[in-house]
């Protein structure tokens, strides 16, 4: 079936309000929401929308990767669609490998962990299945609550969880073996996370508490820090008083302890500009 331009446009307005999902996730379901477009709809809303999602979600990385392969082959549908479906595979692929390497090095013991990064709920879930005996301490990550999100998978999986508020964690780094995170972008400048990672992650600097961050190649952004990375995060009230809508910060490499991606951990020194 044709789509109407009021199914595309309506899709598109989704995706872009879209607050909920990560980065690999908002990726996977914009790729295939493309591959159904590709040959359907003319160039100029394959290149209208790819700016839109950018300019909606200018944090996510591998979002932009994903947009500018649209703006690199739109004129060529079965070539778009082919880019489209190798990017996702690669993705999956290096997925797995640094899934496999993080469940690997995780130590035994107490890990906290901020909102809900796929990749660090499957390395700790693949951890967990090789007898490796964790806590996992998971902040609610307000104002979008994905933290909550993430205690109810894990205890799913049963293993042992407990949420707190977000400034609880703070608390709680002091007896905790690992602070693990995702990523949204791994910019030249830092790790663009949820909003409240880089307090975290300062924190744990300075109470000998290693930084540990779980990604892939596609999370690299050859793009600087800027306000406009910023996003808009979900409102914390509908009252009507002022908000902070900030919904990711910058957390600088020097307070991130590894990367570990699909070619294995390293240092976060190597990563971004200098690598």
């Given amino acids: 079936m044709r789509p109407t331009q009021m199914d595309w446009q309506g899709t598109l307005r989704r995706l872009c309000a879209d607050r909920r999902s990560g980065a690999a996730t908002l990726t996977r379901k914009t790729a295939r929401w493309f591959i159904r477009l590709a040959g359907r709809q003319p160039t100029s809303v394959l ?14 990385a591998p979002l932009w990767h994903l947009s500018q392969l649209v703006r690199q082959h739109a004129e060529t549908p079965d070539r778009l669609r082919r880019a489209l479906k190798e990017f996702i595979a690669d993705m999956h692929a290096h997925e797995e490998l640094a899934i496999t390497y993080a469940a690997d090095r995780l130590p035994e013991g107490t890990v906290l962990t901020h909102s ?3 990749l660090v709920f499957r390395s700790l879930v ?7 005996r964790l806590r996992v301490i998971c902040t609610a990550s307000l104002p979008g609550g994905e933290g909550i999100a993430l205690a109810k998978a894990l205890q799913r999986e049963g293993m042992e969880v407990l949420l707190v508020a977000d400034l609880q964690a703070f608390a709680w780094l002091r007896e905790s073996n690992l602070l693990l995170i995702g990523a949204d ?7 663009v996370h949820k909003v ?20 892939t190649s596609e999370k690299r952004l050859p793009l600087s820090w800027s306000k406009a990375m910023r996003g808009e995060a979900p409102p914390l009230t509908k009252q009507p008083l002022p908000q902070d ?9 020097t307070l991130i302890t590894a990367i570990i991606t699909e070619q294995g951990a390293k240092g976060a020194w190597k990563v971004g500009a200098r690598e």
């Fill in 185 to 191: 972008a791994l910019c030249l400048d830092g790790l």
């Fill in 47 to 60: 290149l209208t929308a790819a700016d839109q999602l950018c300019q909606a979600h200018p944090a996510m």
């Fill in 245 to 253: 809508p900030t919904l990711y910060d910058l957390t600088e490499w």
């Fill in 116 to 118: 809900f990064s796929s």
């Fill in 126 to 132: 693949r951890a967990h299945r090789q007898g490796k």
């Fill in 196 to 215: 409240g990672t880089r307090p975290l992650a300062y924190f744990a600097r300075a109470v000998g508490v290693p930084v540990w961050s779980v990604a």
